[in-house]
């Protein structure tokens, strides 16, 4: 029981969505620091902001490889409780 209540206040509502304060931080330093580099070493005629913008995606996709759902679901047949 006492395990629950600190889960929970680690937790942050995002989107109608619980989000746990350190996996955020993470997703979130990982997205900005590959934009922010990628805009900041963007090279030649192609404009900076593709760059950024590839960063981003690359960030997105390292933080969900890294961070794994924690969300447990139940199916249940129709009528059970």
């Keep these: 029981m006492n395990q629950e209540n600190t889960k929970e206040k680690n937790l942050v509502e995002v989107w109608e969505d619980n989000v746990d304060i350190k996996d955020l931080m993470i997703a979130m330093?990982?997205?900005i620091g590959f934009s922010l580099g990628g805009y900041l070493l963007a090279f030649?005629?192609?404009p900076p902001l593709i760059?950024?913008?590839a960063g981003g995606v690359i960030g997105f996709i390292i933080?969900?490889?890294i961070?794994?759902?924690k969300r447990h679901l139940i199916m249940m047949e129709e009528g059970e409780e």
């Design 63 to 65: 933080s969900s490889i």
């Design 51 to 53: 760059f950024g913008l």
């Design 29 to 31: 330093a990982l997205c």
């Design 44 to 46: 030649g005629d192609i």
């Design 67 to 69: 961070i794994k759902p």
